[in-house]
Nanobody, 116 residues
């Protein structure tokens, strides 16, 4: 079955960096669109970044463009989110999503807290 497991979250000071990972299995990773979303307390889940496997195209939400980078390793079936210059408003649970054959699959999330 399809599995997505996020890791790499934690507590970081403003201006710091974290790299999230999402290890996957159960589908053809290189053909999937991989996305990161986040959900802050009391807010709706919001899209952060997306990487289309077939075209190597990536795009970002305005709030993170220039600070976050999405990448993937098709040999490891893993997608990453490098987060730099973190701000308190980046605090949220971060979720990985795979879209494959018009079906979405979600991970369980990893907490990122940006605080001094």
């Amino acid at each position: 079955q399809v599995q997505l497991v996020e890791s790499g979250g934690g507590l970081v000071q403003p201006g710091g960096s974290l790299r999230l990972s999402c290890a996957t299995s159960g589908f053809t990773f290189r053909l999937a669109t991989m996305s990161w979303y986040r959900q802050a307390p009391g807010k709706q889940r919001e899209w952060v970044a997306r990487h289309r496997g077939s075209t190597n195209y990536a795009d970002y939400a305005d709030s993170v463009r220039g600070r976050f980078t999405i990448s993937r390793d098709n040999t490891k079936n893993t997608v990453y989110l490098q987060m730099n210059n973190l701000k308190p408003e980046d605090t949220a649970v971060y979720y990985c999503k795979a879209t494959f054959v018009r079906t979405d699959y979600w991970g369980q999330g990893t907490q990122v807290t940006v605080s001094s």
